[in-house]
């Protein structure tokens, strides 16, 4: 799918984006891809988990059970075990995974891009300054990325770029307005690109949008609770952020608002069963689907959706392999769920993949 024509313009105009990611060697990447699914962030040939990992595995929901729970499946993994990307976006009927840790590093520019009608994995262009918790989302051909780390879930940096699908490269566009921050929740509705809380060195409220056809930002209605690491979709006509952590995990949140961009104005809605931070969030079929995630010693393999129609949660099938930032997107009718930390923190990265569908 090709760009708008006042965005393809805008972005042939806009400088090439500057310091470039570092990514594995060779060398690097064969011992990796021996490794299989696991690898330990400071000693990436470490593929064996800790005890731990099955400790922290937490899946039970309060919500109540959806009549048809849904089933999950493998499916092709990732080239290399990678975590905290934070999120990642769909375009077309393939899903973009950016940025995170991985390989023995915590500010990797990865950018690979699961190809449904292959069924496999492609590397694309890699993202021209490696981060971690990285806000994405497409928009009309667009893939953009939008602040992060540079450092292990600390020093954020206001960087924003936009990959053209159809080019396979990406291009600097203006930074985030309100300053550095990463594990930003971005959204694209209306034509716009919407981020939503994150943080620097603590949690913040803040709400800006991104116009690509004029490469500004505008400030809105602060989100209610400062908050990052949340879920965040466009879903029945207004924006919904679900979930989240004022600066650590040990203060995850359930609470669950919407956003109205006629009013500029949110509303609470019905609060997220299993508070968490670092889930996936998808809107799917109708409702909000949120999955995995992390909590104070827990490692959550919850997969509860969101009716608006209702104002009401219900559980489906847990996950079969519970972690937390990992990458979360929709490719043809299907959750797709690829990497991720099957323990708290960053210390362990996954290259699991698995598919729920109905």
Known sequence: MAASAGLYTLLRGARAAGMPGTMPTPEEMEAIQRGGLYSALR??????LPP???AQRFTYSPAAAASDQGHWTTAPPLPLPRSEMAWATSEGDRMHVIGGYGAGDVARPYHHVFDAARNQWL???????GANHVGVAALDGVVYAFGGFVEQNRIAVPDCYAYVVADNRWHAIRPLSRGSRGAISVVAHDGLLHAIGGRDTRSVDWHEAYDPRRDNWTTLAPVPGPRDHSAAVSLA????????RMDTFDFNTGMHVAYDVKTDAWQECAPMPTPRSGHGG?????????????GTRRVFGQNE???????????????LTPRHGMGAAIVGDAIH???????????????????FAM
């Not at 006509?237 to 989240?244: K, P, T």
């Open 282 to 294: 998808v809107a799917w079929r109708g409702k909000l689907f949120c999955m995995g995630g992390e």
């Open 337 to 355: 769920v690829a990497g991720g930390g099957p323990m708290n923190g960053g210390r362990f990265q996954t290259s699991v993949h698995e598919v």
């Open 305 to 319: 959706a969101y009716d608006p129609a209702s104002d009401a949660w219900q559980a489906y099938a847990p996950m």
């Open 43 to 48: 000693d990436p040939a470490a593929t064996q």
């Open 52 to 54: 731990d990992v099955y």
């Open 237 to 244: 006509g207004r924006i919904h952020v679900a979930g989240g």
């Open 123 to 129: 590397e694309a262009a890699p993202l021209p300054r």
